[in-house]
Structure formats: structure tokens, C-alpha cells
């Protein structure tokens, strides 16, 4: 799953960033990179939904698939990163920009501790 992930990250940078600090705005390029991450969110979900043990029975669903998260995740990554490189160490973006990529990976943390736990459950597309 992890090379998912890297995989989301480096499309989210072509995206947002570009090679070179010049983002191609080339529509086919656009949506070649949004196919993409469908196909690579939609392999996350196949692999955990083969892997990880449903509990559907009690369990609250939760609004989004692993695979969108670690999406989402992906692409606060890049942005965090990016301001890194970029901002001043004081600009309030910067630390607005990890403050938001912890949080999520917070929540990610505790999705994956409560589907575990039979707490929650995923929808199924």
C-alpha cells in the first residue's frame, strides 16, 4: 500500500507543483493524472477490502474509502512539503500547511484503529 501512496503523492506533485516549479496545465495531462489516482485510490480499496476484516454488524460507516484518504493525505503531503521549500520558517501557511497533514494523519490513525476494532466500517463502492 505504500507504493500507492508514493504513487498518489508523485501525481499530487506533477498537479500542484509541476517538475521544474511549472505545473502542465495541458488538459490530456490533467486528466490523465485525475485517471490515475482514481485507478490507484480504487486499488487501495480493493486491497483493503481483501485484507482487513469487515465488522458491518454495529459498526458506524464511515463517509470515505481508505483509498480517499490516503489520497487526501497524499496531497497535504505535497502541499506541507512544498511550503517547506518555499515560505518562510514563520509564515503562518507553513505551519498551517503540517498542522493540517498532522491532523489527518491523526484521523487516519484512528480510522484504522476503529475499523479494527469492528468500530467502524467502510462504504462499498
Same mark, same amino acid.
Given at each position: /500500500?505504500?507504493?500507492? +501512496?508514493?504513487? !498518489?503523492?508523485?501525481?499530487?506533485? @506533477? ?15 490533467? %486528466?490523465?493524472?485525475? @485517471? ?5 485510490? /480504487? ?15 454495529? +459498526? ?19 502541499? +506541507?512539503?512544498?511550503? !517547506?521549500?518555499? %515560505?518562510?520558517?514563520?509564515?503562518? @501557511?507553513?505551519?498551517? +500547511? ?28
Amino acid at each position: /500500500m505504500l507504493w500507492f +501512496a508514493r504513487d !498518489l503523492a508523485v501525481l499530487h506533485e @506533477r498537479r500542484l507543483v509541476g517538475r521544474g516549479g511549472s505545473v502542465d496545465t495541458d488538459p490530456m495531462v490533467v %486528466l490523465e493524472i485525475e @485517471r490515475r489516482r482514481v485507478e490507484l485510490v /480504487m486499488a487501495i480499496d480493493d486491497w483493503v477490502a481483501r485484507s482487513v476484516p469487515q465488522h458491518r454488524l454495529g +459498526a458506524t460507516l464511515h463517509t470515505e474509502t481508505v483509498g480517499a484518504v490516503i489520497d487526501r493525505l497524499a496531497e497535504s503531503s505535497v502541499r +506541507a512539503h512544498h511550503a !517547506l521549500m518555499t %515560505l518562510d520558517a514563520h509564515d503562518e @501557511r507553513l505551519h498551517g +500547511a503540517w498542522h493540517h497533514l498532522a491532523e489527518l494523519a491523526d484521523a487516519y490513525d484512528d480510522l484504522v484503529r476503529d475499523i479494527l476494532a469492528g468500530r467502524r466500517r467502510l462504504p462499498e463502492w
